[in-house]
């Protein structure tokens, strides 16, 4: 028994308008060559998405990239020049590592020896300080002494060179006179003169008597080793002592003496006076 529709009047309209379009949709069919154009463009947008989508799975998954064997050969060899340098800076940095250490063992070692050393220079100090109080001050300290006396006949006068010095660390300033004492044979006897310093100038050049030529303005004077600071070496001002003595460590004297008449010295003294007692004396032969 065949179905009757619930609607006939809605099926036969159906009909009537499938029927009016079938001969506009075989009319507005594109020509194949379109059809196919369209086809490879959407293959081609397929593919470009598909490797895009492919590259962006491998870089986020990590898969490796294909290489040729060539390029797996180079970058082995690399790997390996690689492995190699790494090992051989390793042992560069642990030789470097040894030695660093052998020297902070040895900065160590040596500063323990200079503590040591630096302790024992402190105990050192303080012994000697404690004994130095408990020696007694040397009565000798700033003694004047003659060093050397030398003295030769020329003509009718003595020329003399005397060096002076002071024993210890004198603190202040000597000052003091200088004596000679000549004993020799005048008018047939043993006699003991003064002598007394030349003291007037005579011009360069010009022979004094006896033939002695003057090697100073002043014959006499005496010259200062170590004279004090601001002052000069130079011979007595006129009318001054020219046998004073003015030094701290020690000093050189030079000059020339007078000799009486018909005197002929054998063995001249030296002394050092201060304040007319005698701090130093030296006796000296004369050659005849």
């Not at 029927?19 to 490879?40: I, T, V």
């Not at 898969?63 to 090992?87: G, K």
């Not at 020896?113 to 109080?133: H, M, P, T, W, Y």
């Not at 003595?158 to 000549?182: C, D, I, N």
Request: no cysteine.
């Amino acid at each position: 028994m065949k179905r009757r529709p619930l609607f006939p009047a809605a099926v036969q309209r159906r009909r009537r308008l499938a029927a009016a379009s079938a001969p506009r949709a075989a009319k507005a069919r594109a020509p194949w060559p379109l059809r196919a154009f369209a086809l490879l463009l959407i293959l081609a947008l397929g593919a470009a998405l598909g490797s895009g989508l492919y590259e962006w799975v491998r870089r986020v998954v990590g898969l490796a990239p294909q290489v040729s064997a060539s390029d797996a050969a180079s970058l082995q060899a690399d790997r390996e020049r690689l492995a190699a340098e790494l090992q051989a800076l390793q042992g560069r940095l642990n030789a470097a590592d040894g030695r660093i250490e052998m020297e902070r063992a040895a900065k160590d070692k040596l500063e323990a020896e200079l503590r040591a050393s630096q302790k024992e220079v402190g105990d050192l100090r303080n012994d000697l300080a404690f004994f130095e109080q408990l020696i007694p001050a040397d009565p000798r300290m700033g003694q004047v002494s003659i060093r050397s006396a030398e003295l030769e006949k020329q003509g009718t006068a003595l020329r003399y060179r005397v060096l002076l010095m002071r024993s210890g660390r004198p603190s202040g300033e000597f000052k003091g006179t200088l004596q000679f004492s000549a004993v020799g044979i005048r008018s047939g006897a043993t006699a003991t003169v003064d002598l007394q310093p030349l003291v007037e100038p005579a011009a360069p050049g010009v022979a004094m008597p006896g033939g002695i030529r003057p090697s100073a303005p002043v014959l006499g004077a005496p010259v200062l080793g170590n004279p004090l600071p601001g002052s000069a070496a130079a011979p007595a001002a006129p009318g001054g002592n020219p046998l004073a003595l003015s030094f701290r460590q020690y000093q050189r004297a030079e000059g020339a003496l007078a000799l009486p008449g018909n005197f002929t010295p054998r063995t001249v003294t030296v002394r050092v006076l201060e304040g007319g007692a005698v701090r130093s004396q030296s006796t000296v032969n004369l050659m005849p």
